[in-house]
């Protein structure tokens, strides 16, 4: 009743989700966000739950994100902390490195689609393998 009394009927998802999110937290239950550049299967989906799972060391709830923009990879956040092993934020990192060195100028991408789509591949292997 306050929520449509004071017209802030927009904001009922955020507080149900805030209400999700205390819950699970009492009950022991991580809070993930995952943000991929493609959606994944609900088989994806629970096999990403239970990696998740192990490399915390609890149960975990993810919350699953599509971001086109990321052009591959993934990207997790677990409250303030965040693993950003998408091609968009790696390729970001390597031109702000490579920025940094001095006389150095940036030319246009050289590699043809299939190796970046191998090289984000390779990344996800290895985003998995690391410990929160």
């Known amino acids: 009743h306050v929520v449509v009394s004071r017209r802030r009927e927009r904001s009922i998802r955020g507080i149900l989700r805030a209400g999700l999110h205390a819950c ?14 493609v959606p994944l299967s609900p088989e994806e989906q629970e096999m ?3 990696q998740l799972a192990t490399a915390l060391g609890k149960p975990v709830h993810p919350e699953f994100q599509v ?9 997790i956040r677990r409250g303030e902390q965040l693993l950003d092993a998408s091609l968009l934020g790696i390729l970001r990192r390597i031109g702000e490195s490579l920025a940094a060195q001095p006389g150095l100028s940036l ?5 043809p689609k299939q190796t970046c789509a191998r090289l984000s591949h390779k990344i996800w292997h290895q985003a998995r393998e690391r410990e929160w």
């Not at 971001?67 to 990207?75: A, K, Q, S, W, Y």
């Open 48 to 50: 990403a739950r239970k």
């Open 67 to 75: 971001n086109p923009g990321l052009r591959g990879g993934i990207i």
């Open 107 to 111: 030319t246009p991408n050289p590699f």
């Open 24 to 37: 699970l937290e009492l009950a022991g239950v991580e809070v993930v966000q995952v943000t991929t550049a």
